[in-house]
């Protein structure tokens, strides 16, 4: 098995010295310590002391100098449009307000597929159109949980002691289920 030594962003290598490449969703992308095996074989470990965020494009640069590619796996996801800046700003406020992962893609806001979420951003007067790209979200800033929450969190379960919440297809949310 080879060992991950360091991460070269996407553009920085020579595509030549790529030996495999391995296709990872965003959520396999943000690891800290894992084995992947590439589509030839190749199997590599990442070992490192704090979670990295891998991106599209980027290479596993492995002990000996070569590297293995990575690429994001295409995933169900809505492409958000907004008539104009100040409702592309409203737009991304609301997603926020609801801790969403968000991928700001040019002009355009993408999130996982949530019928709930489009919907809402339809009524908010956005374009919402399917798209199935490599998800490359925003990195997230940790934020505190000391704050009141002010919207029924006394009701149901909350799991700020976790950092993270389930929804839909198994996928961790950083966010507030109830909110959906």
Known sequence: MHRVSTIAPAGSFDAAITIDRVTLDADDRQRRRIVLTGEKGTRVLLDFDR??????????????????LVCGMPESLAEIAAASPRDFVRLAWHLGNRHTDVQIAGHRIRIRRDHVLEEMLRGLGAAVTAVEAPFEPQATVPHSHDHPHGHGDHRRGHAHDRGYHYYGHGHRHHGHDHDR
């Not at 991106?55 to 000996?64: A, K, P, S, Y």
């Open 51 to 68: 979670p990295v965020t891998l991106h599209d494009g980027d290479g596993l640069v492995l002990e000996d100098g070569t590297v293995v």
